[in-house]
């Protein structure tokens, strides 16, 4: 390299800009002379920069979950509920309504007066004359809330409301029992809906289950095309060729032995196979795109969330491909971060608890069910963890607990329900990734419909949410 290509580059660097291949050839033809005068117009520099935001996708990884397996104790649950629990309780403590909150322990010393009270749920009954009992928990003991069938909100919040999950509640104590005025959730502020200053798409994938009698390849190699650019109107296109961005939220093969006589309805029987496959697939996507992907409860891991990120010999071949990024389930990612632009922040979870949601909150099972997967994720977001009840999925105990949804994302993306669903809750854009499988006996059983073969997208500069169709409804 001559003496004034080193100099540019040097300059180029100092400035944080990246030296790309196209930006090495532009300084040979304009010369270090050019440079300079790059150096000395801001404007021009600017233009530099937002030309390589724009082509350079960022993807920085702000939490995945790395923990060393270890025996875990009775003292890791304990720190683990408090965590939670200390966690939400801070959540809540800041809501206005909130100020002045007692203890279940001073509770006789407020006899008739107006209190507010944290406390996890460990019981719900309906009473004869239909209002709601609840029991409340607090670390210094237990109290009994009655939610009164006239006080509309209070009671619709208490018939959704699940075990274990944290709330505040407001109302008149009589020393033994607490007559709620209302309940309130720690829930999540009105987010400012961020958009970058650069052009890009992101799109979500979900639930490939490679490997299966029913995995969608028809389709598959049809969005292969597409994201390739060689098939689609000119507009479809040019939206592939602005991707930046593919997300896969888990069950990215079928997996082996994960429910009774699945063997009878793999194509491919080996894991390490299925894996092979799986990346022979993903490796068609262009490397220019980043692959974020995270595992779900078919991947060939513990269950028990949080799942750490892809590692090991049985993933080589993903973990060959250059563009991907391998995240725990769930992580955090941000996305098209700059120096000048804080990023987006992405939620990635599968959502192996939301079948517990649909089956046992009253107001998703009657408005859709597994058709409004953006229920769901909303009432995880009002509830500020990925399981509020213990039940609804299987943990590792920990000091800390990252299902507890800490920061508010910018989008919040899941799968697992293999129906697809785009929707926003307070500037939070809510996506629910379809699948790459047919039918399967077991879904035929339990009356599920998916809707295979779709890819919601989203524009990162405009925030507007399209989803493609790959497939037809019937798949
Ligand atoms: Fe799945
Ligand atoms: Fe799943």
């Known amino acids: 390299m001559d003496a004034e290509k080193k100099a540019a ?8 800009i990246l030296v790309s291949p196209e930006l090495l050839s532009k300084i040979e033809k304009i010369g270090m002379k050019g440079i300079q005068e790059l150096e000395n117009n801001p404007a021009m520099l600017q233009e530099a920069l937002q030309e390589q935001a724009e082509k350079t996708p960022s993807v920085h990884i702000a939490f995945s979950y790395n923990e060393t397996p270890k025996k875990r104790d009775c003292k890791d649950f304990v720190d683990y509920f408090n965590a ?3 966690a939400i309780e801070k959540i809540l403590a800041s809501r206005p309504e909130m100020k002045n909150t007692t203890t279940v322990g001073r509770l006789k010393l407020s006899k008739g007066r107006n209190i507010s009270l944290i406390g996890a749920i460990m019981e719900k009954q309906t009473t004869k ?3 709601i009992l609840l029991k409340i928990e607090d670390p210094t003991g237990i109290a009994n809330v009655l939610v009164n069938k006239n006080k509309r909100t209070a009671y619709e919040t208490a018939t959704d409301s699940v075990h274990d999950e944290i709330i505040g509640i407001t109302g008149m104590s009589n020393g033994d029992i607490i007559f709620a005025n209302n309940i309130l ?3 999540i502020p009105i987010h400012e809906l961020k958009k970058s200053p650069y052009e890009g798409h992101a799109i979500f994938l979900s639930d490939l289950h490679v490997g299966s009698k029913k ?17 689609g109107s000119p507009e479809q296109r040019d939206l592939a060729k602005k991707v930046k961005y593919v997300f896969i939220a888990g069950d990215i093969v079928d997996g082996v032995g994960i429910y009774p006589n699945q063997e009878e309805e793999l194509e491919i029987t080996d894991i390490y196979e299925q894996y092979k496959r799986c990346a022979e697939l993903l490796r068609q996507i262009p490397v220019s795109k980043k692959i974020i992907i995270a595992p779900g409860n078919h991947d060939s891991m513990r269950i028990s969330e949080p799942q750490p990120s892809f590692q090991g010999d049985i993933f080589q071949p993903l973990l060959k491909l250059p563009n991907i990024y391998p995240v725990s389930n769930p992580a955090y990612i941000t996305i098209d971060k700059t120096p000048d632009f804080p990023g987006i922040d992405v939620l990635l979870y599968h959502g192996y608890s939301f079948d517990y949601y649909v089956a046992n909150v009253e107001s998703i099972r009657t408005t859709g069910g597994y058709d409004r997967g953006d229920l769901i994720m909303k009432f995880l977001l009002q509830r500020r963890h990925l399981a509020p009840a213990h039940s609804s999925t299987l943990y590792i105990p920990g000091d800390t607990d990252p299902l507890t949804i800490t920061r508010v994302p910018d989008i919040f993306a ?11 809750y307070k500037g939070v854009t809510l996506i629910s990734s379809s699948c790459w499988q047919g039918k399967t006996s077991f879904q035929e059983r339990l009356g599920h419909k998916p809707q295979p073969a779709r890819v919601p997208t989203i524009n990162l500069k405009t925030r507007e949410a399209k989803v493609l169709k790959f497939g037809t409804d019937e798949e």
């Open 9 to 16: 580059v040097e300059l180029l660097i100092k400035k944080n």
């Open 84 to 86: 939670r629990y200390n």
């Open 129 to 131: 004359k239909g209002n």
């Open 185 to 187: 959730l720690p829930e």
């Open 215 to 231: 995995f969608l390849s028809e389709p598959f190699t049809k969005f292969l095309k597409w994201i390739n650019g060689t098939t």
């Open 414 to 424: 899941t799968g697992h329900i293999h129906r697809s669903a785009v929707s926003s």
